[in-house]
């Protein structure tokens, strides 16, 4: 009986000691410190969900897919192969003479030239500029490449013309569907009829 | 005055309210379609409010347009009244730096949505402005005609209804019409119109056009799929506007408008407003944006930017 009432005060202290751990515990592990750029302290209450999955590059979502039709390419041109195989590649830059004389390219044409884009040694592919290989239809990551801002806003839809539904499955068109590569500039185009002017019906 | 005198009178007085009596029923028979009449007539006549008919009614309504337009063009024509979605608000973007002016979204949207060829009646109108000058409705044209577009120093802004949240066009509308439906269209009930063109009036963008005449309407030209709030043919004396191809853009999946779909620049987007994901969310996030007449406080859900 002494020893209990003894006991008793010592009992609650070690309740009360285990009870403000367990408060402080749980609160360090849920906030994170942060400074702003004035030096201020900001804390960062997290969420169960973050505090347990750590972002990892792996887990990171593969960027979408985009639907695309056939690239434009000119009648007959396509596997480039078909002439390209039984020829020596020559990576000299010159004036094409005998074959592809109508492209005259006005793209940035003092820096680039033909194989910049166009794989030498497989011509059915194009190759970007860390030598990847890509087919014709994804030729959006070659454009990508230069044009970065084009291409973010393409992607989600912003530049460029999307069809299809607008609540479902969307159409893209290749970058090339609209600009030649060759000599990107958008074409002028004739206009279609002015609005009749009040009183010119035929009625 | 003699009694006789006064007596008098007072025939002639009564025989003439006779007279008028008469008169006024005798013309209103003749008004009345007489036996060989269609039914449909006196339904047409005697039909209630789009929004006021039962889910019987309406089917009725429905079946007897489809069959009248059916007969009319000479085609299988149907004529749907499907409600708007949850959770969607529909806004639209135009990209003034991409827009070349080539008015193929005008022409698109005649066709499909079944607007009178002659007299001529566009939903879409296509400005050109100066660079110089900017947004200057004082120095826009829209008849203009080049051989080729873009014209330098030119940029070109194509209006057409603007979905207003707070519509004038709605407010003056002495018989409710008009109103604006909860994803934001705003629609008209043709059967409902009395033609007054109040609406016409009170429009600051010119989004609202009448049927003079009865609509020109080719047979073979005719979009056979159409809405009872958007697309499907008129009668005279009514007015229409643009519905951001309700017959379209309320199904599930759903097609983009016509004048998106046509656009060769890609200068037109289209989504909705309460969806994070949507285009139209990007642009309006990311993009430089403004609302055409902003000072006029009629939040339009047509949103004009810039890309670049």
């Known amino acids: 009986m002494k020893t209990l009432i003894l006991a008793r005060p010592l009992l609650l202290t070690v309740a009360l000691v285990f009870v403000q751990f367990l408060v402080a515990t749980t609160c360090h592990a849920d906030r994170e410190k942060f400074f702003d750029s004035s030096g201020k302290l900001i804390v960062v209450e997290k969420s169960a969900a973050e505090l347990l999955r750590p972002y990892e590059i792996k887990n990171r979502k593969s960027e979408k897919t985009f639907p695309v039709p056939r690239p434009p390419f000119s009648e007959g041109i396509f596997p480039c192969s078909q002439c390209h195989s039984g020829m020596t590649p020559n990576p000299q830059r010159r004036v094409l003479t005998d074959y592809h004389t109508e492209i005259v390219l006005h793209h940035a044409e003092g820096q680039r030239w033909c194989t910049d884009c166009h794989n030498l040694l497989d011509r059915d592919k194009l190759r970007l500029v860390s030598g990847e290989l890509i087919d014709f239809s994804e030729s959006y990551l070659l454009c990508g490449q230069c044009h970065g801002d084009k291409f973010r806003d393409w992607k989600v839809g912003v530049h460029g013309k999307r069809t299809g539904d607008w609540n479902g499955d969307k159409q893209y068109l290749l970058c090339v569907h609209c600009h030649n590569p060759h000599d990107p500039k958008f074409k002028s185009l004739k206009p279609m009829p002015p609005p009749q002017r009040p009183g010119e019906a035929k009625h | ?269 289209f989504g909705n407003l309460l969806d994070p994901e949507s285009e139209i969310r990007y642009l309006i996030e990311n993009k430089r944006v403004f609302i055409f007449k902003e000072d006029l406080n009629t939040q339009p859900k047509f949103y004009y930017f810039y890309a670049t």
Request: charged fraction near 25%; glycine fraction near 8%; aromatic fraction near 10%.
């Open chain 2, 1 to 269: 005055m003699s009694d006789v005198h006064k007596c008098d009178k007072h025939v002639l007085h009564k025989s003439r309210r006779k007279f008028l009596k008469g008169l006024a029923a005798g013309i209103g028979l003749i008004a009345l379609p007489g036996k060989d009449a269609s039914a449909s007539v006196w339904e047409d006549f005697f039909q209630k409010h789009f929004r006021e008919l039962s889910k019987d009614e309406l089917r009725k309504t429905l079946a007897r347009f489809e069959k009248q337009y059916s007969k009319q063009f000479g085609k299988q024509v149907t004529v749907k009244a499907t409600p708007p979605l949850a959770g969607v608000l529909y806004g639209y973007g135009l990209d003034l730096s991409r827009c070349i002016g080539c008015r193929r979204c005008v022409y698109g949207c005649v066709g499909e949505n079944n607007q009178s060829r002659d007299p001529q009646i566009h939903w879409i109108r296509v400005m050109q402005l100066d660079k110089e000058k900017g947004v200057d409705l004082a120095h826009a044209e829209h008849y203009y005609n080049p051989a080729q577009v873009p014209e330098k120093g030119h940029f070109y802004m194509p209006v057409q209804c603007q979905q207003c949240e707070k519509p004038p066009c709605v407010k003056v509308c002495p018989v409710q019409a008009t109103w604006k439906e909860n994803d934001g269209i705003v629609v008209v009930d043709y059967n409902w119109c009395i033609g007054c063109r109040y609406c016409m009036a009170a429009c600051p963008y010119g989004a609202r056009h009448f049927n003079w005449a009865k609509p020109a309407l080719p047979a073979k030209e005719m979009n056979p799929v159409t809405h009872y709030l958007g697309n499907r043919p008129r009668p005279k004396g009514v007015v229409e506007k643009c519905t951001f191809c309700i017959q379209r853009t309320r199904e599930q999946p759903g097609r983009y408008p016509a004048c998106e779909e046509i656009c060769p620049v890609g200068a037109r987007k």
